[in-house]
T-cell receptor
């Protein structure tokens, strides 16, 4: 089992719909969780961080964390074509205090007009 | 506000040549990282430096060496380049959070390296 796994893609949604991206992790000691967006040919860009169980909202983005079930998800409401990118889930596997992260393989999202 | 700066942005090497990728951050971060990204493989950690003066191996360290020159700079060296090292290389940095709450990593623009 991979330490961090993301739902297989690619994911295609129509403009205005909700895109749901999921990520599971293997280590129950993990404490910090991040979602990055990566446009083709560009570097990863942080869009959300979450540390506590529950939901965290930032504009059209909502991150959801469930430590008991070991999953973290990202919802994108009112999806726009500009949201088309690869989304990376990152987890501090092992709960290290110096920021070392393990990344999932990424989910490609396409939002079509 | 530069953030994390990587040089060069592109490089083509011949097998067996050596080179050093440079990375500098201006965010006063303690921790720095080097990743490689290959199609279908996601981001894989090569080496990291939790703080100035320390370095540790990541998931794929073979064929690489690193130097944490000071708090700002963290370089990655390929001593004898191989075609398998053709990849996009990203440098990242992060601050130190309280307790076990990690601060997020911030990435440079990457170096696209081709080895013939």
């Amino acid at each position: 089992q991979k330490e961090v796994e993301q739902n297989s893609g690619p994911l295609s949604v129509p403009e205005g719909a909700i895109a749901s991206l999921n990520c599971t992790y293997s280590d129950r000691g993990s404490q910090s969780f991040f979602w990055y967006r990566q446009y083709s040919g560009k570097s990863p860009e942080l869009i959300m961080s979450i540390y506590s169980n529950g939901d965290k909202e930032d504009g059209r983005f909502t991150a959801q964390l469930n430590k008991a079930s070991q999953y973290v998800s990202l919802l994108i409401r009112d999806s726009q074509p500009s949201d088309s990118a690869t989304y990376l889930c990152a987890v501090n596997v092992g709960g290290t205090s110096y920021g070392k992260l393990t990344f999932g393989q990424g989910t490609i999202l396409t939002v079509h007009p | 506000n530069a953030g994390v700066t990587q040089t060069p942005k592109f490089q083509v090497l011949k097998t067996g040549q050596s080179m050093t990728l440079q990375c500098a951050q201006d965010m006063n971060h303690n921790s720095m990282y080097w990743y490689r990204q290959d199609p279908g493989m996601g981001l894989r950690l090569i080496y990291y430096s939790a703080s100035e003066g320390t370095t540790d191996k990541g998931e794929v360290p073979n064929g690489y060496n690193v130097s944490r020159l000071n708090k700002r700079e963290f370089s990655l060296r390929l001593e004898s380049a191989a075609p398998s090292q053709t990849s996009v290389y990203f440098c990242a940095s992060s601050g130190t959070g309280g307790g076990f709450s990690n601060q997020p990593q911030h990435f440079g623009d990457g170096t696209r390296l081709s080895i013939l």
